[in-house]
């Protein structure tokens, strides 16, 4: 992988674990970075933000559209 940047910052790890399982069926190589510290025992990752995803600049644009698609109300299940 070449120098990744900042593409996209997570409220929480599901979301980030969704979008991660979709890029790797689709080959986009990235990575999960969690704000976790164990010094405050996750406290300040529950308050502000999961973490966030690196990967190449080059892939931004199509993680963007995906990470949009996987939440497009179409996509959300109706309860009966």
């Known amino acids: 992988m070449k120098t990744t940047v900042r593409i996209l910052v997570f409220n ?3 979301e980030a ?3 991660s399982g979709l890029l790797e069926q689709r080959g986009i190589p990235h990575m999960l970075r969690s704000y976790h510290d164990s010094a405050y025992n996750g406290m300040w990752q529950t308050q502000t933000c999961w973490g966030f995803l690196e ?5 931004r644009e199509e993680i963007l559209k995906i990470f949009g698609e996987m939440s497009l109300p ?3 299940i109706d309860p009966e």
Not at 55 to 59: C, G, K
Request: glycine share 0%; charged share 45%; hydrophobic share 35%.
């Open 74 to 76: 179409e996509n959300l």
């Open 12 to 14: 929480s790890e599901i």
């Open 17 to 19: 674990r969704l979008l």
């Open 55 to 59: 990967a190449d600049e080059e892939n």
